[in-house]
């Protein structure tokens, strides 16, 4: 079982829609998550993070955690063309090792 | 804001060459890493180096070495390049983990 997985899409939506994201993990020690949205032909750059569960709101976006069901979600409210991108999750363990969804797919059409 | 520079958008390279990717950051982070990104696969980290002259494995470092004389370049070597190394290429720094990494725009690299 891969430590993170995720959708790979691709999700095509109508400009204005809400956008949920989602990746599930495996190891419940697992401590800080992470969004990286990656424009085609561009490296990632970090969108957000978390800690804890809950949620964390940054303008249109929310990421969310869910420790008890080890699943991490990110919502894009409103969504626009230009959010068209790969987003990957990311996650942190206690030895400071990365784990990377393999990135999901957005296309939001005008 | 942090710059993390890779030389190359794009290589062709051949079978057989050795292939030199050289990424430079420009805000004196000590943590640095080289990562291929294939559909599918998503991020696989081949090396990283938390300090100048110290390297480390990552989880496929076959076929593949690193180089950090300076603090701000790290290099990838692709010692006898291969058709299964045709990738994309990520280099990124930190200052530590839980401030996230910065990309590269990354390198595209064919090996024909």
């Known amino acids: 079982q891969k430590e993170v997985e995720q959708d790979p899409g691709p999700l095509s939506v109508p400009e204005g829609a809400i956008v949920s994201l989602n990746c599930t993990y495996s190891n419940s020690a697992f401590q800080y998550f992470m969004w990286y949205r990656q424009y085609s032909r561009k490296g990632p750059e970090l969108l957000m993070y978390?800690?804890?569960?809950g949620n964390k709101e940054d303008g249109r976006f929310t990421a969310q955690v869910d420790k008890s069901s080890k699943y991490i979600s990110l919502f894009i409210r409103d969504s626009q063309p230009s959010d068209s991108a790969t987003y990957l999750c990311?996650?942190?363990?206690?030895?400071?090792?990365?784990?990377f969804g393999s990135g999901t797919k957005l296309n939001v059409k005008p | 804001d942090v710059k993390v520079t890779q030389s190359s958008r794009y290589l062709v390279k051949r079978t057989g060459e050795k292939v030199f990717l050289e990424c430079v950051q420009d805000m004196d982070h000590e943590n640095m890493f080289w990562y291929r990104q294939d559909p599918g696969l998503g991020l696989r980290l081949i090396y990283f180096?938390?300090?100048?002259?110290?390297?480390e494995k990552g989880d496929i470092p076959e076929g593949y070495s690193v180089s950090r004389e300076k603090k701000e370049r790290f290099s990838l070597i692709l010692e006898s390049a291969s058709t299964n190394q045709t990738s994309m290429y990520l280099c990124?720094?930190?200052?530590?983990?839980?401030?996230?990494?910065?990309f590269g725009s990354g390198t595209r690299l064919t090996v024909v």
């Open positions: 180096s938390y300090d100048v002259k110290m390297k």
């Open positions: 978390t800690y804890s569960s």
């Open positions: 990124a720094s930190s200052i530590t983990g839980v401030d996230g990494y910065t």
């Open positions: 990311a996650i942190l363990d206690n030895f400071n090792k990365f784990y």
